[in-house]
């Protein structure tokens, strides 16, 4: 990722060759919080004046300011005894591993926990039932006619699908209509414009890297993330 912004330049400016590589071989972490290492900052300096970061207080100065807002949710009962005996496996399957096979383990286990929070049916083995609630879902249920009596037109984020399709399945039940987009969607940009266009659509759900690249959508007044 990190070597990303200098590809599209690397063909057209002579100034930008050798930027990913020495990006790539730099020390450390990627960018975040904190100093730049020493290896990043060269790159950086050399392609400053060609990439333009503009911020919402610099283009659009009316819009009003991000209000971002947590919402926690206690787990069903089923949910919690399933991420308590998940937990413990997850603790007792990385005390004889490798470094390399631990943070392997660790971040799959990281990801059926995100799942177990999210619905029982996103695991893929028998504690899977379809008859157990999920609050999440339950919660959004609860902010989606929240926000659609207020007139207002959301998006929802999941970064799983199987997590879109039950959404899509509550959306359907509740007779809501919606735009969808997920990575086997084909047209992309004619899914986007519907929803632009049709205020009748309150709701566009789609995958977290489906939407992030290269979609604009301007009209909608809230966020969801799942």
Same mark, same amino acid.
């Given at each position: 990722?990190?070597?990303?912004?200098?590809?599209?330049?690397?063909?057209?400016?002579?100034?930008?060759?050798?930027?990913?590589?020495?990006?790539?071989?730099?020390?450390?972490?990627?960018?975040?919080?904190?100093?730049?290492?020493?290896?990043?900052?060269?790159?950086?300096?050399?392609?400053?004046?060609?990439?333009?970061?503009?911020?919402?207080?610099?283009?659009?100065?009316?819009?009003?300011? @991000?209000?971002? +807002?947590?919402?926690?949710?206690?787990? /069903?009962?089923?949910?919690?005894?399933?991420?308590?005996?998940?937990?413990?496996?997850?603790?007792?399957?990385?005390?004889?591993?490798?470094?390399? !096979?631990?943070?392997?383990?660790?971040?799959?286990?990281?990801?059926?926990?995100?799942?177990?929070?999210?619905?029982?049916?996103?695991?893929?083995?028998?504690?899977?039932?379809?008859?157990?609630? &999920?609050? @999440?879902?339950?919660?959004?249920?609860?902010?989606?006619?929240?926000? =659609?009596?207020?007139?207002?037109?959301?998006?929802?984020? /999941?970064? $799983?699908?199987?997590?879109?399709?039950? =959404?899509?399945? +509550?959306?359907?039940? @509740? /007779?809501?209509?919606?735009?969808?987009? !997920?990575?086997?969607?084909?047209?992309?940009?004619?899914?986007?414009?519907?929803?632009?266009?049709?205020?009748?659509?309150?709701? $566009? /759900?789609?995958? $977290?890297?489906?939407?992030? $690249?290269?979609?604009?959508?301007?009209?909608?007044? !809230?966020? !969801?993330? &799942?």
């Amino acid at each position: 990722p990190c070597a990303a912004p200098w590809r599209p330049c690397s063909s057209r400016l002579p100034v930008a060759r050798g930027c990913a590589s020495r990006v790539r071989g730099a020390s450390g972490p990627p960018p975040g919080p904190g100093p730049v290492p020493r290896g990043r900052r060269r790159p950086s300096r050399r392609m400053r004046p060609f990439l333009l970061r503009r911020k919402k207080s610099d283009v659009a100065r009316d819009l009003p300011e @991000k209000i971002e +807002q947590v919402l926690s949710c206690d787990l /069903s009962s089923a949910q919690r005894s399933t991420y308590d005996g998940l937990l413990r496996e997850i603790q007792l399957g990385v005390t004889d591993a490798n470094e390399a !096979a631990v943070r392997m383990k660790m971040l799959l286990g990281l990801l059926r926990l995100r799942q177990v929070c999210c619905d029982l049916r996103l695991l893929s083995h028998d504690i899977a039932r379809e008859s157990v609630p &999920s609050t @999440k879902l339950e919660l959004l249920e609860e902010l989606l006619e929240e926000a =659609i009596d207020g007139g207002h037109r959301v998006l929802v984020f /999941s970064q $799983f699908v199987k997590m879109l399709l039950l =959404i899509r399945e +509550q959306l359907e039940s @509740k /007779s809501i209509a919606f735009a969808y987009l !997920a990575g086997q969607t084909k047209e992309r940009q004619a899914v986007v414009d519907r929803f632009q266009d049709d205020i009748n659509i309150p709701v $566009f /759900s789609m995958n $977290f890297n489906t939407g992030g $690249f290269g979609l604009t959508a301007h009209v909608p007044q !809230a966020l !969801a993330l &799942s």
